[in-house]
Each structure stands twice: as structure tokens, then as C-alpha cells.
């Protein structure tokens, strides 16, 4: 296996990870995958930063460990430079649809350097 698919396995792993309701619902968890300098622009159009994410995450419609995991599909990635994974895939939950996509990087340069989530992007999908 090349290095590039490798790197992308592990992104898509790790995006996975952070949809299971257990990881959502633990600070600490989440912690381990989101970049220090995270941000995201949500389905809703809000803006949000890392610790806005982590202090919100558990509450999120999504990220109650009681209900039902988020359903992810067609998920891809494309390696767009060393340390860095671009994915994109789409959801369903609670009846919505959202295209998501998300950038993962890997500071190599860091001691124990794990991917992390450092952008991430969601747009509902109109109905039809």
C-alpha cells in the first residue's frame, strides 16, 4: 500500500471515529482528533473554533451517545500534500441530508503525531 493511501485510510478512520456518538460525547476523545487549530463552518452556517466545537460537541443533535450514529456515505480523499488529507462524503441524520468536507493534517514534525481534523465544512442538501 502506498504511503498516500495509507494516509488516506487513516483520515477516513479518524473522520469515522469522530461520528461515533461515544467519541462526540467525550471531551477528551474529541480532543485527540481535532487539530488545536481547528475550525469548522457548519450545515447552519455558523462558524465554529475549537474550543467552541469541544464545549458544544456532546450536545449537538448528533453527539448524544443515546441516539442513533450519524449515517456517512460515499466518503473519499485525496492526499493534497504531505501531512495533508482533503475528504469529502455526504450524511443523513435525523431525517437530513449534508455534503460534508473536511481537511486532516499530520504535523510530522511533532513527537507521538496523530491526524487531526483542522477544517471542516458542511452544506445541507436541499430536498428533492
Do not use: C
Request: a neutral charge; zero cysteines.
Amino acid at each position: 500500500m502506498s504511503q498516500e493511501s495509507t494516509d488516506v485510510k487513516a483520515a477516513i478512520n479518524a473522520e469515522l471515529r469522530l461520528l461515533e456518538p461515544v467519541v462526540r460525547s467525550s471531551r477528551s476523545s474529541a480532543q485527540q482528533l481535532l487539530d488545536p487549530e481547528f475550525t469548522e463552518v457548519g450545515a447552519s452556517g455558523r462558524r465554529w473554533t475549537y474550543e467552541e466545537m469541544l464545549d458544544a460537541l456532546p450536545g449537538l443533535d448528533d453527539g448524544d451517545a443515546d441516539r442513533p450514529r450519524v449515517e456517512a456515505s460515499g466518503m473519499t480523499g485525496t492526499v493534497l500534500a504531505p501531512g495533508v488529507v482533503h475528504l469529502t462524503y455526504e450524511t443523513l441524520a435525523g431525517g437530513r441530508r449534508t455534503r460534508r468536507s473536511s481537511l486532516w493534517r499530520k504535523r510530522t514534525g511533532e513527537p507521538g503525531a496523530t491526524w487531526r481534523l483542522y477544517y471542516h465544512q458542511g452544506t445541507p442538501v436541499p430536498g428533492r
